[in-house]
Nanobody, 123 residues
Framework: VQLQASGGGLVQPGGSLRLSCAAS????????IGWFRQAPGKEREGVSC????????YYVDPLEGRFTISRDNARNTVYLQVSSLKPEDTAVYYC?????????????????WGQGTQVTVSS
């Protein structure tokens, strides 16, 4: 199982990014994929997850609508669009496979992790 996260970078506050998570080595269609982030000195937290059926859940600022998760099963890839970026969004962003087709906010319910992609929001 391999997960490759990409798309991070240095962005000004208010900007946008699209993160990608390319997966291989398992039956992608059958699993939920989650996005997590970890800022220096903080615990890894759940950001969003998409179920095997394409239903997204949002754990950070759920009422603000800044995050949009989607999946392309033909490309074995999950995307996380992040808009209106804030300095507090600065972190390493990781994607991970769920233990089944449904989402969980807890990192303990994810088995395989990508290497992470750095997102830095700064002027």
């Amino acid at each position: 199982v391999q997960l490759q996260a990409s798309g991070g970078g240095l962005v000004q506050p208010g900007g946008s990014l699209r993160l990608s998570c390319a997966a291989s080595g398992f039956t992608f269609d059958n699993y939920a994929i989650g996005w997590f982030r970890q800022a220096p000195g903080k615990e890894r937290e759940g950001v969003s997850c998409i179920s095997r059926f394409g239903v997204g859940q949002y754990y950070v600022d759920p009422l603000e609508g800044r995050f949009t998760i989607s999946r392309d099963n033909a490309r074995n890839t999950v995307y996380l669009q992040v808009s209106s970026l804030k300095p507090e969004d600065t972190a390493v962003y990781y994607c991970a496979t769920g233990r089944g087709g449904t989402c969980s906010r807890s990192r303990h319910n994810y088995d395989y992790w990508g290497q992470g992609t750095q997102v830095t929001v700064s002027s």
